[in-house]
């Protein structure tokens, strides 16, 4: 039972480089969303999906792109990368678009460093 | 607008010492609200939910009361183990713009000593 699986763990990128991160679930799970974790921050949103070929922004979508053509993937793309995105990325995903009462099933999160 | 207050940590408590971690929140309408968990290395896992005023959640000794009148969901246990020690996020799910979206605490980090 994967869940949701990220991908890279780890990434260390040069300013001005790009870079995918990518997710995908196995659960069939209509919404996907993108945050990304910052000390004393918490999670703030990137960018979220409804279903496949529906995205739309999210708190802080600035500097980052995403599409979603199939159910399974939800792609974050960084165009241009900046040393203010080091952070801790998390991919989750959730049974319909109405999250109200259900929970969202979290990856493991990739560690991206900007120098 | 749209927020959650948490406590400020660290917290470290012994084993077997009962655990409160503070969660108010604001928001337009009635919202859901959640208790998430993160151990190290790891993503976030769901703890516990309530979904209406009132509402008691309850998890692995785990418990939080849905307070309207209060704007609080606060989270609690009477024994607290070193398995415990995570980072512990309140959120709630509003209805913004015809979707559904979380808004997350700064979180708390819970230490527990042997």
């Known amino acids: 039972n994967a869940g949701v699986t990220q991908t890279p763990k780890f990434q260390v990128l040069k300013t001005g480089q790009s870079m995918t991160l990518q997710c995908a679930q196995d659960m069939n799970h209509e919404y996907m969303s993108w945050y990304r974790q910052d000390p004393g921050m918490g999670l703030r949103l990137i960018h979220y999906s409804v279903g496949a070929g529906i995205t739309d922004q999210g708190e802080v979508p600035n500097g980052y792109n995403v599409s979603r053509s199939t159910t399974e993937d939800f792609p974050l793309r960084l165009l241009s990368a900046a040393p203010s995105q080091t952070s801790v990325y998390f991919c989750?995903?959730?049974?319909?678009?109405?999250?109200?009462?259900?929970?969202?099933?979290f990856g493991d999160g990739t560690r991206l460093s900007i120098l | 607008g749209n927020s959650v207050t948490q406590m400020e940590g660290p917290v470290t408590l012994s084993e077997e010492a009962f655990l409160t971690i503070n969660c108010t929140y604001t928001a337009t309408g009635y919202p859901s609200l959640f208790w998430y968990v993160q151990y190290p290395g790891e993503g976030l896992q769901l703890l516990l939910k309530?979904?209406?005023?009132?509402d008691k959640g309850s998890n692995k000794g785990f418990e939080a009361t849905y307070r309207k009148e209060t704007t609080s969901f606060h989270l609690e246990k009477g024994s607290v183990q070193v398995s415990d020690s995570a980072v512990y996020f309140c959120?709630?799910?509003?209805?913004?713009?015809?979707?559904?979206?979380?808004?997350f605490g700064t979180g708390t980090r819970l230490k527990v000593l042997a």
């Open positions: 989750a995903s959730s049974p319909s678009w109405d999250i109200s009462n259900q929970p969202q099933h």
């Open positions: 309530a979904t209406k005023a009132d």
């Open positions: 959120a709630l799910s509003v209805r913004d713009s015809g979707t559904y979206k979380y808004i």
